[in-house]
Protein backbone atom coordinates (compact mmCIF):
# COMPACT_ATOMS: atom_id res chain seq x y z
CA UNK A 1 0.00 0.00 0.00
CA UNK A 2 1.07 3.65 -0.15
CA UNK A 3 3.74 4.70 2.52
CA UNK A 4 4.75 7.96 4.14
CA UNK A 5 8.65 7.80 4.82
CA UNK A 6 11.17 9.74 6.56
CA UNK A 7 15.29 10.40 4.99
CA UNK A 8 16.37 11.01 8.52
CA UNK A 9 15.41 8.91 11.39
CA UNK A 10 18.09 10.77 14.37
CA UNK A 11 18.77 14.43 13.97
CA UNK A 12 21.14 16.09 16.59
CA UNK A 13 21.16 19.89 16.69
CA UNK A 14 22.50 22.43 18.93
CA UNK A 15 20.40 24.36 21.41
CA UNK A 16 19.65 27.41 19.95
CA UNK A 17 19.98 26.45 16.29
CA UNK A 18 16.94 25.34 13.64
CA UNK A 19 16.13 22.33 13.18
CA UNK A 20 14.55 20.55 9.87
CA UNK A 21 12.67 17.36 9.58
CA UNK A 22 11.96 15.97 6.50
CA UNK A 23 9.06 13.61 5.16
CA UNK A 24 8.62 11.99 1.67
CA UNK A 25 5.34 10.73 0.58
CA UNK A 26 3.87 8.40 -2.07
CA UNK A 27 0.42 8.76 -2.25
CA UNK A 28 -0.28 11.55 -4.76
CA UNK A 29 -4.32 11.68 -3.53
CA UNK A 30 -3.57 13.14 0.01
CA UNK A 31 -4.42 16.10 0.32
CA UNK A 32 -3.85 17.54 4.19
CA UNK A 33 -0.78 16.68 6.17
CA UNK A 34 -0.13 16.98 9.33
CA UNK A 35 2.94 16.95 12.11
CA UNK A 36 2.90 15.33 15.44
CA UNK A 37 5.55 14.99 18.27
CA UNK A 38 5.82 12.02 20.78
CA UNK A 39 7.86 12.71 24.09
CA UNK A 40 8.94 9.70 25.73
CA UNK A 41 6.06 7.86 27.68
CA UNK A 42 3.64 10.36 26.00
CA UNK A 43 0.94 9.74 23.05
CA UNK A 44 1.93 11.84 19.95
CA UNK A 45 0.63 15.75 19.98
CA UNK A 46 -0.25 17.67 17.26
CA UNK A 47 1.98 20.36 16.15
CA UNK A 48 0.90 21.93 12.91
CA UNK A 49 -1.23 20.98 10.11
CA UNK A 50 -1.49 21.69 5.79
CA UNK A 51 -3.90 21.46 3.52
CA UNK A 52 -2.63 20.41 -0.68
CA UNK A 53 -3.56 23.85 -1.36
CA UNK A 54 -0.90 25.24 0.65
CA UNK A 55 2.53 25.09 0.54
CA UNK A 56 3.74 26.93 3.45
CA UNK A 57 2.09 27.16 7.00
CA UNK A 58 3.42 28.94 10.23
CA UNK A 59 2.72 28.55 13.89
CA UNK A 60 4.79 29.49 16.86
CA UNK A 61 8.55 28.45 15.63
CA UNK A 62 7.48 25.95 13.56
CA UNK A 63 6.83 26.25 10.00
CA UNK A 64 5.75 23.18 7.29
CA UNK A 65 6.45 23.26 4.07
CA UNK A 66 4.89 21.48 1.46
CA UNK A 67 6.28 20.37 -2.01
CA UNK A 68 3.42 18.34 -4.18
CA UNK A 69 5.50 18.42 -7.18
CA UNK A 70 8.14 15.89 -5.31
CA UNK A 71 5.76 14.71 -2.45
CA UNK A 72 7.49 16.44 0.02
CA UNK A 73 6.89 17.62 3.31
CA UNK A 74 9.26 19.11 6.03
CA UNK A 75 8.91 20.60 9.93
CA UNK A 76 11.17 23.26 10.20
CA UNK A 77 11.80 24.56 14.08
CA UNK A 78 13.29 27.86 14.95
CA UNK A 79 15.63 28.03 17.33
CA UNK A 80 15.51 24.64 18.73
CA UNK A 81 14.93 24.40 22.87
CA UNK A 82 15.56 21.51 25.08
CA UNK A 83 12.06 21.13 24.67
CA UNK A 84 11.72 19.86 21.35
CA UNK A 85 13.80 16.43 22.35
CA UNK A 86 11.04 14.23 21.07
CA UNK A 87 10.14 11.61 17.91
CA UNK A 88 8.51 13.85 15.05
CA UNK A 89 5.77 11.84 12.59
CA UNK A 90 4.38 13.07 9.42
CA UNK A 91 1.22 11.76 8.85
CA UNK A 92 -0.84 12.24 5.75
CA UNK A 93 -4.44 11.40 4.70
CA UNK A 94 -5.54 8.03 3.05
CA UNK A 95 -9.29 8.07 2.71
CA UNK A 96 -10.47 8.48 5.72
CA UNK A 97 -7.31 7.43 7.78
CA UNK A 98 -4.41 8.30 8.74
CA UNK A 99 -0.81 6.94 7.21
CA UNK A 100 2.15 7.50 9.49
CA UNK A 101 5.76 8.09 8.93
CA UNK A 102 8.35 5.96 10.37
CA UNK A 103 9.58 8.94 12.64
CA UNK A 104 12.48 10.84 13.12
CA UNK A 105 14.45 11.51 16.47
CA UNK A 106 15.52 15.11 17.56
CA UNK A 107 17.99 15.50 19.96
CA UNK A 108 18.72 18.72 21.75
CA UNK A 109 22.79 19.35 22.57
CA UNK A 110 23.59 22.04 25.38
CA UNK B 1 -9.19 16.97 32.87
CA UNK B 2 -7.59 14.50 30.51
CA UNK B 3 -8.89 14.54 26.94
CA UNK B 4 -8.43 10.62 25.71
CA UNK B 5 -7.90 7.96 28.65
CA UNK B 6 -6.74 5.08 28.45
CA UNK B 7 -6.02 2.02 31.17
CA UNK B 8 -3.92 0.91 32.24
CA UNK B 9 -0.80 2.30 31.35
CA UNK B 10 1.21 -1.03 31.79
CA UNK B 11 0.32 -4.34 31.35
CA UNK B 12 2.55 -7.27 31.86
CA UNK B 13 0.82 -11.04 31.10
CA UNK B 14 1.86 -14.28 29.69
CA UNK B 15 1.62 -15.61 26.53
CA UNK B 16 -1.99 -17.11 26.16
CA UNK B 17 -3.84 -15.05 28.45
CA UNK B 18 -6.46 -12.51 27.22
CA UNK B 19 -6.68 -9.28 28.13
CA UNK B 20 -8.44 -5.73 27.67
CA UNK B 21 -7.55 -2.08 26.89
CA UNK B 22 -10.09 0.34 27.97
CA UNK B 23 -10.35 3.89 26.06
CA UNK B 24 -12.33 7.16 27.35
CA UNK B 25 -12.71 10.30 25.32
CA UNK B 26 -14.40 13.41 27.23
CA UNK B 27 -14.04 15.59 23.88
CA UNK B 28 -17.60 14.91 22.05
CA UNK B 29 -15.96 13.33 19.37
CA UNK B 30 -17.55 10.71 16.93
CA UNK B 31 -14.64 9.09 15.58
CA UNK B 32 -12.07 6.76 17.95
CA UNK B 33 -9.24 4.99 17.13
CA UNK B 34 -6.70 2.05 18.12
CA UNK B 35 -3.22 2.35 16.80
CA UNK B 36 -0.24 -0.46 17.48
CA UNK B 37 3.31 1.29 17.70
CA UNK B 38 6.02 -1.43 17.82
CA UNK B 39 9.52 -0.90 19.28
CA UNK B 40 10.78 0.74 16.29
CA UNK B 41 8.43 3.71 16.55
CA UNK B 42 6.80 2.53 13.64
CA UNK B 43 2.54 3.76 14.22
CA UNK B 44 0.14 1.80 12.32
CA UNK B 45 -3.77 2.13 12.30
CA UNK B 46 -5.40 -0.89 13.81
CA UNK B 47 -9.19 0.05 13.96
CA UNK B 48 -11.69 2.83 13.42
CA UNK B 49 -15.08 3.44 15.23
CA UNK B 50 -17.49 6.17 14.75
CA UNK B 51 -20.60 6.59 16.33
CA UNK B 52 -20.52 3.02 17.56
CA UNK B 53 -19.64 2.12 14.22
CA UNK B 54 -16.37 -0.05 12.99
CA UNK B 55 -15.30 1.83 9.57
CA UNK B 56 -11.66 0.79 9.44
CA UNK B 57 -10.75 -2.51 10.19
CA UNK B 58 -7.06 -3.17 9.16
CA UNK B 59 -5.66 -6.53 8.50
CA UNK B 60 -5.46 -7.42 12.81
CA UNK B 61 -5.65 -11.01 13.56
CA UNK B 62 -9.24 -11.89 14.71
CA UNK B 63 -8.05 -12.00 18.38
CA UNK B 64 -8.22 -8.27 18.90
CA UNK B 65 -11.69 -7.47 19.21
CA UNK B 66 -12.68 -3.87 19.75
CA UNK B 67 -15.73 -2.73 21.21
CA UNK B 68 -17.82 0.55 21.65
CA UNK B 69 -20.64 0.50 24.17
CA UNK B 70 -20.94 3.94 23.16
CA UNK B 71 -19.22 6.89 21.09
CA UNK B 72 -17.22 8.05 24.11
CA UNK B 73 -15.58 4.60 24.56
CA UNK B 74 -14.14 2.29 22.92
CA UNK B 75 -12.33 -1.27 24.03
CA UNK B 76 -9.77 -3.56 23.01
CA UNK B 77 -9.94 -7.46 23.90
CA UNK B 78 -7.28 -9.10 22.68
CA UNK B 79 -7.30 -13.42 23.39
CA UNK B 80 -4.78 -15.51 23.31
CA UNK B 81 -1.83 -13.27 23.54
CA UNK B 82 1.28 -13.99 21.91
CA UNK B 83 4.49 -12.48 21.77
CA UNK B 84 4.31 -10.18 18.62
CA UNK B 85 1.33 -8.61 20.57
CA UNK B 86 3.74 -6.67 22.99
CA UNK B 87 3.80 -3.40 21.60
CA UNK B 88 2.44 0.33 22.87
CA UNK B 89 -1.21 0.75 21.97
CA UNK B 90 -2.82 4.35 21.57
CA UNK B 91 -6.31 5.01 21.66
CA UNK B 92 -7.46 8.38 20.09
CA UNK B 93 -10.54 10.69 18.50
CA UNK B 94 -11.29 12.79 15.95
CA UNK B 95 -14.33 15.17 15.29
CA UNK B 96 -16.08 14.24 12.61
CA UNK B 97 -13.31 11.87 11.34
CA UNK B 98 -13.43 12.55 7.81
CA UNK B 99 -9.42 12.74 7.45
CA UNK B 100 -9.28 16.44 7.61
CA UNK B 101 -8.83 16.93 11.15
CA UNK B 102 -6.05 16.70 14.06
CA UNK B 103 -6.05 13.30 16.24
CA UNK B 104 -5.88 13.35 19.57
CA UNK B 105 -4.23 10.65 21.11
CA UNK B 106 -4.31 9.24 24.65
CA UNK B 107 -0.67 8.29 26.84
CA UNK B 108 -0.55 4.51 25.17
CA UNK B 109 -0.77 1.29 26.94
CA UNK B 110 2.52 -0.40 27.06
CA UNK B 111 1.83 -4.48 26.36
CA UNK B 112 4.14 -6.69 27.50
CA UNK B 113 3.50 -10.23 26.44
CA UNK B 114 5.95 -13.06 28.18
Request: charged letters at 20%; proline letters at 4%.
Amino acid sequence: GESVGLHLPTLSVQEGDNSIINCAYSNSASDYFIWYKQESGKGPQFIIDIRSNMDKRQGQRVTVLLNKTVKHLSLQIAATQPGDSAVYFCAENYGQNFVFGPGTRLSVLP
Amino acid sequence: DTAVSQTPKYLVTQMGNDKSIKCEQNLGHDTMYWYKQDSKKFLKIMFSYNNKELIINETVPNRFSPKSPDKAHLNLHINSLELGDSAVYFCASSYPGTGYEKLFFGSGTQLSVL
